[in-house]
């Protein structure tokens, strides 16, 4: 190999490599982590504020890595005219990441109906019971509460600016205390989607 060929390879654009690979992984592992409900929250529940939080600054180093990431192919593959495998990497990861997602999305509120509704009976048969920062079946809880004689009130602990959740109120339409900022959407049988905006 003579001296021309090292000035040469020396000259070479630069694949994308390891680094830009990892600023792919923690990323998506962070977006994931979201998705699934995974990741600890500052105060026991992940909230709404929290996902944000998190997400934001995820979405951002995604997004500038992936401008990197394009940079550096275009230059490799389009200037020098050559290929790396480490151009396949990064895309390879957010690929399988959206898989993930679509394969096995998280729980819906009509898969984890039955546990709520066990614990709405059980609420409505006992005298001032309350719970408090619970997960039904892979959602997060913040408190559980009977507010009339028929109707029992999930709090979601992912709310961020709002109060949400569901009711069980087998025998009426949720009212929200004649709150105007209430709004509730029947989901079918007892069960109401609710929003309280403060």
Avoid at 60 to 79: H, K, N
Avoid at 167 to 174: F, K, L
């Amino acid at each position: 190999m003579t001296r021309a060929d090292d000035v040469e390879r020396d000259q070479r654009n630069k694949p994308p490599g390891p680094i830009v690979l990892a600023m792919t992984v923690l990323p998506i592992a962070v977006l994931l982590c979201i998705q699934y409900d995974w990741q600890p929250a500052r105060y026991g529940n992940l909230t709404g504020a929290d996902a944000f939080l998190y997400g934001v600054p995820a979405l951002l180093v995604l997004a500038l890595t992936g401008l990197i990431w394009a940079i550096r192919s275009l230059y490799v593959v389009g200037e020098d005219r050559r290929w790396s495998w480490w151009i396949v990497a990064a895309p390879s990861v957010v690929v399988a990441a959206v898989a993930v997602g679509m394969i096995w999305p998280p729980p819906t509120f009509d898969e984890a109906r039955p546990e709520f509704e066990r614990i709405a009976r059980q609420v409505l048969a006992e005298p001032d019971t309350r719970l408090a920062d619970i997960e039904i079946d892979g959602f997060e809880i913040s408190y559980v509460r009977k507010i009339a004689a028929d109707e029992v009130q999930f709090t979601d602990a992912d709310g961020f600016g709002a109060s949400s959740g569901w009711v069980y109120a087998p025998n009426r339409t949720p009212n929200g205390s004649d709150s105007r900022e209430f709004s509730s959407t029947h989901l079918g049988g007892p069960w109401y989607e609710f929003t309280y905006t403060w």
